[in-house]
């Protein structure tokens, strides 16, 4: 190995013991990807896919079939929770859905999402703690 190969090589080390050290953070990109993740997790979710903040999956259709989904991330917000040391923010992220090229309105706290998502925590408008003690977001 010459000189000039020891400071790259060097430097790829510290990069990837950087990159492994890092801890998830309470803020819009991780609550972002955790809200894709609580839908990819699903186990009536198949077919997943993310770019960006849209994802396309295939779920049920709130009528015993599936349809083909889009979601579509609107807003993300993130803020301090003064009211309790465990949970020390709280994220909002707002979204559309649409199922088979169809919008599922959303009247403020009415939604025609299938049950499916709505135990998950998930909807057009949905809120998420961070735990700090496990360091990631909870729906």
Do not use: K
């Amino acid at each position: 190995m010459t000189l000039r190969q020891r400071p790259i090589g060097l430097l790829m080390v510290l990069t990837i013991l950087a990159l492994g050290c890092a801890q998830a953070q309470a803020d819009e990109e991780s609550l972002r990807d955790s809200f894709a993740q609580q839908i990819a997790d699903s186990s009536f979710v198949s077919e997943f896919s993310r770019a960006g903040d849209e994802m396309t999956f295939v779920g049920p259709d709130g009528q015993g079939g599936t349809a083909a989904w889009l979601v579509r991330i609107d807003t993300v917000l993130v803020e301090p929770n003064q009211f309790d040391e465990d949970r020390p923010f709280q994220g909002r992220i707002t979204s559309e859905w649409v199922a088979d090229g169809e919008v599922v309105e959303f009247l403020g706290n009415m939604t025609a999402l299938p049950e499916e998502f709505l135990n998950r925590g998930l909807a057009q408008e949905c809120w998420a703690y961070w735990i700090e003690a496990e360091r990631h977001w909870d729906w």
